[in-house]
């Protein structure tokens, strides 16, 4: 007797407005009943930067639950798979399509969607708070990264951590990003033991904001198109070291996985001066597939 249940799943490219560009994200909007070892192994099945599973919420001011995995490891807290998840919930009719807002159990706890009503949902993350941690030699990031020191800004690369612990390299220009490459063992020479597995996130001032690119071998991704729980720090690092206005009401794009073929566009909002009141994170998501999985 076959005892699989079946268990629907949506696959939507976040931080973009064209199919097979952003970054790409399966959903399961009923995930009860999937467990957490079995969660897992799907998110390693379809080899996406992130899987996420929607259950009730524990909380009674969040709408849902969620949990997500990349294919190595579950996360606190992730920027693509909290904006798609809002859009799907959405499209999905789990949270009335009428709502200007939503607010997502993470891990990391409660994470608030703001929904811009358009044509199409542009839908806004509020960053929850931000640290900053160790800063690392240049000449150590410029060999990681295998680059010449020359091509490194002069400012210091820094960890900064909204739940995602990233470490930021600022260089000259988009052929500084896009020649930049995690060196054997580069992981290993960026990053803090006692803060657990961490992004290395390369980018270059540019005229409409930034040109960016971010690393992450120990989630089991070489590379992400799209890191919007590292945007709301990068939008803080550029602020702390005046690589960008901190005025408010400052809105920058981050260009991102352009290199790899996944150009993705991240909105960054600044409440108050220097982000005293928040930072938003946002971007469209377009809906690409659908299937059934039976577990």
């Known amino acids: 007797m076959n005892s699989h249940r079946s268990y ?8 973009t407005t064209q199919p097979l560009e952003g970054n790409p994200l399966a959903v399961f909007p009923n995930a009860v009943g999937i467990d957490d070892a079995t969660m897992q192994k799907v998110a390693k099945e379809l080899n996406l930067s992130e899987t996420v599973f929607v259950l009730p919420a524990s909380r009674s001011d969040c709408d849902v639950a969620v949990r997500i995995f990349t294919p190595s490891r579950e996360m606190d807290f992730a920027g693509h798979p909290t904006v798609g998840t809002g859009f799907v919930l959405l499209e999905e009719g789990i949270v009335p399509p009428d709502r200007n807002g939503l607010v997502l ?13 358009q044509d199409r949902p542009l839908i806004w993350l509020r960053t ?27 400012v210091a690369p820094q960890l900064v951590t909204a739940g ?6 600022a260089v000259r220009d988009k052929g500084a990003v896009d020649r930049a490459w995690l060196v054997s063992k580069g992981a290993s020479v960026l990053k803090d033991a006692s803060e657990g597995p961490g ?45 960008v206005s901190g005025a408010a009401g400052t809105h920058f794009v981050s260009e991102q996985g ?14 108050g001066e220097h982000g005293s009141e ?5 971007g469209y998501v377009t809906p690409v597939a659908e299937g059934v999985m039976q577990l």
């Open 8 to 15: 629907r799943y949506r696959i939507v490219d976040v931080f």
């Open 105 to 117: 159990e993470e891990k990391i706890g409660p994470i608030a969607l703001r929904v811009e009503k």
């Open 128 to 154: 929850p708070p931000i640290r900053f941690g160790r800063t690392f030699e240049r000449e150590a990031a410029a060999q990681a990264l295998g680059l010449d020191l020359t091509d490194l800004l002069e």
């Open 164 to 169: 995602n612990p990233t470490v930021f390299v």
């Open 199 to 243: 992004c290395v996130f390369v980018f270059a001032p540019a005229f409409s904001g930034v040109y960016s690119r971010m690393f992450a071998p120990e989630h089991g991704i070489i590379e992400d198109p799209a890191t919007g729980s590292s945007t709301g720090p990068l939008a803080a690092y550029m602020m702390k070291y005046a690589l």
């Open 258 to 271: 352009t290199k790899m073929g996944r150009r993705s566009l991240l909105h960054v909002l600044i409440h």
């Open 278 to 282: 928040g930072i938003e994170v946002g």
